[in-house]
């Protein structure tokens, strides 16, 4: 009987268009998400309801379902649904992203806020929730990229199509470092994601860090003050965007800033749906949603472009081995640690070359220069191992040669790898080393 009301409702809806609507009522409301009637057998988990209240237009999206109803989430940052509403569904979430999106500031939902006029829709539909590429039929990940940031181009050096998290605390950098990540030449488009940021860093990066490249630039924008939903949909849309853009052969980099934000949003969602903590507070879907999302990065399908993913990773409580950090870390190809003790003493980018990898560098570096970044990671961990034993007075010069070395030359090493925001972009990171290390 229920599979013959399906077929029924699809044919009608698709015969009548606007004349039929798949519809309930509110029947619980809490804080954090609603309980709906009577839409049970026509509703999957990611469709979208709609509703109105006291004049207001809300959406929300279906979390869970089950035989008693329908537990829906709603994008605002209050559910103004009462006892009896009507709930009618809109169907699963799409955008229709368009080349000349570039240059402009969307919200989570693809609408525009930057004040510009109406967004133009492409001729094809991007899915939020679309599969990553067949692994298989992916393209290899081969052409170096410069990115201008000298620690990074001589340490850990990027390809494109390549996926990389920056790892830190709060206010250790990271967001300084993916503004200078969005200047870097090389890339067709560039989608950025600000999820969970502060409203007022918003304009402050739009207008500072990215502005030289806000022309071939994708902003999406979902603040701190947003709700739940709003923040966990909006590295789907600007993955969506990155994916029409993927498809139409352009290289793009991709910058989410930041993926644990993202992680807290749907932890708050799948609790609303009634799923179990299992670490630290983070439900099982949690750990499934975040390599779904990730995965979808990369290099695209052999003749396709590719999106090269930098990721930032908020620390809680600068615990590197936070199950969240854990488990990104684990889905990349690469990961940059800043260190708040390396921030302290004035160094940026605060990255820690010792903990920064790589999976790609071979791809990148030269023979000659894999084996003199093997000889200067060996010179920095001897330099930091003996620090507290030189501090102490307990070392005395002339004792061991290659310590003597490292102590001469690893300050100038580090000196070198200092960048601000505003400087120049570094085009050969090798040769600049090399005239510090002269001078």
Same mark, same amino acid.
């Given at each position: 009987m229920t599979d013959a009301i399906e077929r029924l409702e699809r044919a009608m809806a698709q015969a009548n268009g606007h004349l039929v609507q798949v519809g309930g009522h509110v029947r619980e409301v809490s804080a954090s998400a609603c309980r709906i009637g009577g839409v049970?057998?026509?509703?999957?988990?990611?469709?979208?309801?709609?509703?109105?209240?006291?004049?207001?237009?809300?959406?929300?999206?279906?979390?869970?379902?089950?035989?008693?109803? !329908?537990?829906?989430?709603?994008?605002?940052?209050?559910?103004?649904?009462?006892?009896?509403?009507?709930?009618?569904? *809109?169907?699963?979430?799409?955008?229709?992203?368009?080349?000349?999106w570039k240059g402009r500031v969307i919200d989570a939902l693809g609408r525009p806020i930057d004040g510009a006029g109406p967004l133009a829709e492409g001729a094809v539909a991007a899915p939020l929730?679309?599969?990553?590429?067949?692994?298989?039929?992916?393209?290899?990940?081969?052409?170096?990229?410069?990115?201008?940031?000298?620690?990074?181009?001589?340490?850990t050096p990027l390809c494109a199509g390549q996926r990389i998290g920056i790892f830190a605390?709060?206010?250790?950098?990271?967001?300084?470092?993916?503004?200078?990540?969005?200047?870097?030449?090389?890339? #067709?488009?560039?989608?950025?994601?600000?999820?969970?940021?502060?409203?007022?860093?918003?304009?402050?990066? *739009?207008?500072?860090?990215?502005?030289?490249?806000?022309?071939?630039?994708?902003?999406?924008?979902?603040?701190?003050?947003?709700?739940?939903?709003?923040?966990?949909?909006?590295?789907?849309?600007?993955?969506a965007v990155a994916e029409s853009f993927r498809d139409r052969g352009e290289s793009v980099l991709l910058i989410v800033d930041s993926v644990t934000r993202y992680a807290h949003a749907a932890r708050d969602v799948a609790l609303a749906a009634g799923e179990p903590a299992v670490a630290r507070g983070y439900p099982p879907s949690v750990f499934s949603d975040l390599p779904r999302l990730l995965e979808r990065a990369g290099p695209g399908l052999e003749g396709q472009g590719s999106i090269t993913g930098v990721f930032s990773v908020l620390v809680d409580?600068?615990?590197?081995?936070?199950?969240?950090? #854990?488990?990104?870390?684990?889905?990349? #190809?690469?990961?940059?640690?800043?260190?708040?003790?390396? !921030?302290?003493?004035?160094?940026?980018?605060?990255?820690?070359?010792?903990?920064?990898?790589?999976?790609?560098?071979?791809?990148?570096?030269?023979? #000659?220069?894999?084996?003199?970044?093997?000889?200067?990671?060996?010179?920095?961990?001897?330099?930091?191992?003996?620090?507290?034993?030189?501090?102490?007075?307990?070392?005395?010069?002339?004792?061991?040669?290659?310590?003597?070395?490292?102590?001469g030359l690893v300050p100038k090493i580090y000196e070198a790898m200092r960048q601000e925001p505003g400087q120049a972009p570094s085009r050969d990171a090798f040769l600049e080393l090399a005239q510090s290390l002269r001078g």
């Open positions: 049970g057998p026509f509703v999957r988990l990611g469709d979208r309801m709609g509703f109105e209240q006291d004049g207001k237009a809300q959406i929300g999206e279906i979390v869970r379902i089950d035989a008693a109803g !329908a537990t829906l989430k709603t994008f605002g940052p209050r559910i103004e649904a009462g006892i009896g509403t009507r709930v009618f569904r *809109l169907g699963a979430a799409e955008l229709r992203p368009d080349p000349s929730d679309a599969d990553p590429p067949a692994a298989f039929g992916r393209a290899r990940v081969r052409r170096p990229l410069v990115t201008g940031v000298r620690a990074l181009d001589l340490f605390g709060s206010g250790v950098g990271k967001s300084t470092l993916l503004a200078m990540l969005a200047e870097a030449e090389g890339f #067709d488009s560039v989608v950025v994601a600000l999820v969970g940021e502060r409203g007022r860093e918003v304009r402050e990066f *739009l207008e500072g860090p990215i502005a030289k490249a806000r022309e071939r630039s994708v902003i999406v924008v979902s603040t701190g003050d947003e709700s739940p939903m709003m923040r966990r949909q909006a590295p789907k849309v600007a993955l409580g600068d615990d590197h081995n936070d199950p969240v950090a #854990d488990a990104i870390r684990g889905t990349l #190809d690469g990961h940059v640690v800043l260190d708040r003790a390396i !921030a302290e003493q004035g160094r940026y980018p605060a990255m820690d070359l010792l903990g920064s990898i790589s999976r790609l560098a071979s791809e990148v570096w030269t023979p #000659d220069q894999r084996d003199l970044v093997r000889k200067l990671k060996a010179m920095m961990a001897r330099y930091e191992e003996t620090r507290d034993l030189r501090l102490m007075g307990g070392y005395r010069a002339g004792t061991d040669a290659e310590l003597d070395q490292a102590i």
